[in-house]
Structures are given as structure tokens and as C-alpha cells.
T-cell receptor, first 116, second 115 residues
Framework: DAGITQSPRHKVTETGTPVTLRCHQT?????MYWYRQDPGHGLRLIHY???????DKGEVSDGYSVSRSKTEDFLLTLESATSSQTSVYFC???????????????FGSGTQLSVL | EDKVVQSPLSLVVHEGDTVTLNCSYE??????LLWYKQEKKAPTFLFML????IEKKSGRLSSILDKKELFSILNITATQTGDSAVYLC???????????????FGQGTILTVHP
């Protein structure tokens, strides 16, 4: 199994507070991703990273920011949490070493975030 | 906008039944189609399909891709209660100027297998 650890596993917070979720990998993979999963929507990409300090937006990036200062860590920050950001958040990494090969994501166990 | 649609959204069967899950897609610059199984936590990888008509098989699970008709099916034969899960289909497209393959997921099919 890919070595991916997400923390915290569960979090309850209040509207308007900042929240940071952490993803840590031990695989030295270049690509890291943050997805959210909601009923009826499947998994949707928030942000992704293709290297240290190299990040870009996904399809649902509003209200989120990310940082990657080390290969192994990818942080997702909700600057001011809203109830619509209540979701399950998954971090994923890719074992593709070459951008011309196909992606095969490995997922972390998820963080259940509730914004009250 | 890329789109992936799975059907049915949910399915209830009994052990020993055979099931077929469907995934249709509309994406720009298709690269591959992937199937994942999600039990209580993280999705786990099942198959990656890139070429039409070539069946991928793993035990009782098999999958095939039709790039002309833009769909894939996932078959599970002799189902067991351990097959109960959400099955996710994702399509990878070439995001143009960016250097990664973008994955678009379907909503998933919830499969419940009763003893």
C-alpha cells in the first residue's frame, strides 16, 4: 500500500474559522492531489501539486489554498470555513514518474470535516 | 466540460449473482479510464484501461473499454458479500498545457450483495 497519512481523521469546526488538513507521503512521489467527496458528486479535484512549491487549481478550488514546501507534505487550508465545505477530503498521490504515462492514484484514508 | 456518468447508481443482488456496472464519458483528449472500489475509506485501484476491446481481468472482476461508443463496463461474477462497496469510474484526460493527467470521477455505483 502507498504510504499516505492524512491528519486529522475527523474534525469539527465552526463557520469562519481557518482549518488546515495535512497529507504526508513516504513514497517520494511527485504528484499530490486533494479531492473532496460529496453524495451525488463523486470525487472532485480541489488542488494538485506537481512538485515542491508547484501547485495548481482543480475544478472546485474556491475557498481553498494549498502549500507544498517539502516533497512529502501537502497542506490544504480552508481560510474561512463554511458549511458548504463539510465533506470528506481525500489526499492522493500518483506513482507516475513520467507525465506521458497514465495516472494511477493511490488515496489516503480521508478526513471527515464538519463545519457547523 | 468533462463528464463521467455511472449507472445504475445503486444495485442490490444476492450472493452468486453476476453484475454489470456501466460508465459512460465525454472528455476532451482521453487518455485512460480507471475503476476503483471504495469500501469504508479510501478508494482502491482495480483497473486501468487505455485500449478498446482489450479485457482486463482480476479474479471474478473484469472490465472492458469501448472508445468508439465512449463507455466501459465492470463485470463481477459469482458475487460475494465482500464485493459490497461503491465502485467508482474515473477518466483521465490530457489537460493540454499542464503537465498532469486530469481525472474526472463519476458519482459511483453502490453495490450491495446480500447473503
Amino acid at each position: 500500500d502507498a504510504g499516505i497519512t492524512q491528519s486529522p481523521r475527523h474534525k469539527v469546526t465552526e463557520t469562519g474559522t481557518p482549518v488546515t488538513l495535512r497529507c504526508h507521503q513516504t513514497e517520494n512521489h511527485r504528484y499530490m492531489y486533494w479531492y473532496r467527496q460529496d453524495p451525488g458528486h463523486g470525487l472532485r479535484l480541489i488542488h494538485y501539486s506537481y512538485g515542491v512549491k508547484d501547485t495548481d487549481k482543480g475544478e472546485v478550488s474556491d475557498g481553498y489554498s494549498v502549500s507544498r514546501s517539502k516533497t512529502e507534505d501537502f497542506l490544504l487550508t480552508l481560510e474561512s470555513a463554511t458549511s458548504s465545505q463539510t465533506s470528506v477530503y481525500f489526499c492522493a498521490i500518483s506513482d507516475s514518474l513520467d507525465t506521458t504515462t497514465n495516472e494511477k492514484l493511490f488515496f489516503g484514508s480521508g478526513t471527515q470535516l464538519s463545519v457547523l | 466540460e468533462d463528464k463521467v456518468v455511472q449507472s445504475p447508481l445503486s444495485l442490490v443482488v444476492h450472493e452468486g449473482d453476476t453484475v454489470t456496472l456501466n460508465c459512460s464519458y465525454e472528455v476532451t483528449n482521453f487518455r485512460s479510464l480507471l475503476w476503483y472500489k471504495q469500501e469504508k475509506k479510501a478508494p482502491t485501484f482495480l483497473f486501468m484501461l487505455t485500449s478498446s476491446g482489450i479485457e482486463k481481468k482480476s479474479g471474478r472482476l473484469s472490465s472492458i473499454l469501448d472508445k468508439k461508443e465512449l463507455f466501459s463496463i465492470l463485470n463481477i461474477t459469482a458475487t460475494q458479500t465482500g464485493d459490497s462497496a461503491v465502485y467508482l469510474c474515473a477518466v483521465e484526460s490530457n489537460a493540454g498545457g499542464t503537465s498532469y493527467g486530469k481525472l474526472t470521477f463519476g458519482q459511483g455505483t453502490i453495490l450491495t450483495v446480500h447473503p
